[in-house]
């Protein structure tokens, strides 16, 4: 298999932490977005929305990070990344879709982009953006984690998960734009504890190949 | 059960399909977003997100539309809004994702006021940048749609399901914000196809008990 990705996108580095912890191992494919590599018009051809990541199986592309995840984890059961019964898989999701609906989107590079350079933003006021949806949605996250007596070690139990997957790329996110952590001791609990594994930590954008800081 | 919804939300709309499509009865709680119901004391521990949708199912409150949908899928198979293989699950979450991560989180209620009001982003500018979204999402998921030999008369095949449960509701807010239709003909197909079905006209914003238009 062939994953097209870029080591600073958030979507893409979950989808390396759930093939690490699934033991699958692809070749890497980096696509630069901030050079432009997505536009090309061989890269539209693998996936037409030109984001990354995108998985290549052989017999289709899959693209959209959670739906790749989730194919994983249906293909590759072992560990699960989701828990078994509908209720705990529905929690799971949800804890997963805070972050990939409700914070990351508002704040990845082509938003910012936007932000800069149709609105005139100034780089304050984007930065103020960008920690204004983390502050948001690591608000309700954190209330969501400490109260329920379904959080363990991880998001979700003492296993790390789907949620766990997102949790850690937008923890990074939230260091580059120098949103304070303090208000959330679980979400910082939860990512020094996937952080300890290698599967999470040989994932971090700073590890990969294509890494220019 | 209990649904917490809003009249025009897209994601609370997308779960009063789901709930049409699967037979499922429940009842309404009108949650106000614009007069602001959902910063009450109350709600917030309903959802700690203070978002509509969010599902009380007697034992647990489940929220995010997406989370909410696949447990109803899995808890009420017949008839089932996803499809058996995993490829063809994939490909159903990814055209959903497009919307539900990646065009309609860009331009809801909570980000337009944030321009607006702290941004003093004029009016046309807000409108231009809701367009933007849409039409990036839209030329993605069009071509998506249209050169895959798996959509039929609905986004996958011959019965609606999740990716079209997405659809109906953006393409009512593209109509909402002026942003044309015309270079998306497979996506108007498919809307119109849906619409034909109780489960989503008896669910658009309009006709629901909380509307105030």
């Given at each position: 298999?062939?994953?097209?990705?870029?080591?600073?996108?958030?979507?893409?580095?979950?989808?390396?932490?759930?093939?690490?912890?699934?033991?699958?191992?692809?070749?890497?494919?980096?696509?630069?977005?901030?050079?432009?590599?997505?536009?090309?018009?061989?890269?539209?051809?693998v996936n037409p929305q030109?984001?990354?990541?995108a998985l290549d199986t052989g017999t289709t592309v899959l693209t959209q990070s959670l739906?790749?995840?989730?194919?994983?984890?249906?293909?590759?059961?072992?560990?699960?990344?989701?828990?078994?019964?509908?209720?705990?898989?529905?929690?799971?999701?949800a804890l997963a879709q805070i972050i990939a609906c409700d914070i990351h989107p508002i704040n990845n590079l082509k938003v910012m982009m936007y932000l800069r350079d149709v609105l005139k933003v100034a780089d304050a006021d984007a930065t103020a953006w960008s920690r204004h949806w983390i502050g948001e949605g690591f608000t309700a996250l954190e209330r969501l984690l400490a109260e329920s007596p379904e959080?363990?070690?991880?998001?979700?139990?003492?296993?790390?998960?789907?949620a766990?997957?997102?949790?850690?790329?937008?923890?990074?996110?939230?260091?580059?734009?120098?949103?304070?952590?303090?208000?959330?001791?679980?979400i910082r609990r939860?990512?020094?504890a996937c952080l300890e594994l290698e599967a999470f930590s040989g994932a971090w954008p700073d590890r990969q190949p294509d890494a220019d800081l």
């Amino acid at each position: 298999m062939k994953l097209y990705t870029y080591f600073r996108s958030s979507a893409a580095f979950r989808v390396r932490i759930a093939l690490a912890l699934k033991g699958v191992a692809v070749e890497h494919i980096p696509i630069h977005l901030r050079r432009g590599d997505q536009v090309a018009r061989d890269y539209a051809a693998v996936n037409p929305q030109r984001f990354v990541p995108a998985l290549d199986t052989g017999t289709t592309v899959l693209t959209q990070s959670l739906a790749i995840i989730e194919y994983l984890d249906e293909t590759v059961p072992r560990p699960p990344l989701l828990p078994p019964g509908p209720e705990g898989r529905a929690r799971v999701k949800a804890l997963a879709q805070i972050i990939a609906c409700d914070i990351h989107p508002i704040n990845n590079l082509k938003v910012m982009m936007y932000l800069r350079d149709v609105l005139k933003v100034a780089d304050a006021d984007a930065t103020a953006w960008s920690r204004h949806w983390i502050g948001e949605g690591f608000t309700a996250l954190e209330r969501l984690l400490a109260e329920s007596p379904e959080t363990g070690r991880f998001c979700h139990g003492d296993s790390p998960g789907l949620a766990d997957i997102c949790l850690v790329p937008q923890v990074y996110n939230a260091g580059r734009v120098g949103c304070p952590l303090d208000a959330y001791p679980t979400i910082r609990r939860i990512n020094a504890a996937c952080l300890e594994l290698e599967a999470f930590s040989g994932a971090w954008p700073d590890r990969q190949p294509d890494a220019d800081l």
